[in-house]
């Protein structure tokens, strides 16, 4: 059974950081493509990052240089660590899985994602 579980989630206050942890179990596959999505009330899911395989990661624009994913294969988790964060970061963050979803250049199409955690809320005040 696949499991992604994730944690971290809080409010905080402009300017402020949170970091997002993902532990994954289960999963059929080795080689794969983790990421975070988020969904604002409201609003579409948003690809955020993904890292693949081979430690390559993508961003959308409104995050690069302020948000960093990584992961800890040995821990079986994945990381989003959030800085200088704004109020329009707050949403409810995912984290996902698929085999092959973050290559091709569409790494920020939810549809492609085959795996999905429950999701922990970020809240960013001013």
């Known amino acids: 059974q696949v499991k992604l579980a994730e944690s971290g989630g809080g409010s905080v206050q402009t300017g402020g950081s949170l970091r997002l942890s993902c532990v994954r179990s289960g999963l059929p596959y080795a080689n794969l493509c983790m990421g975070w999505f988020r969904q604002a009330p409201g609003k579409e899911r948003e690809g955020v990052a993904v890292?693949?395989?081979?430690?390559?990661?993508s961003y959308a624009e409104s995050v690069k240089d302020r948000f960093t994913i990584s992961q800890d294969n040995a821990k079986n988790t994945l990381y989003l660590q959030l800085n200088s964060l704004k109020p329009e970061d707050t949403a409810m963050y995912y984290c996902v899985s698929d085999a092959a979803a973050c290559y091709g250049g569409t790494w920020y199409e939810a549809r492609f994602y085959n795996y999905w955690g429950q999701g922990t809320q970020v809240t960013v005040s001013s």
């Open positions: 890292i693949d395989g081979e430690g390559r990661s």
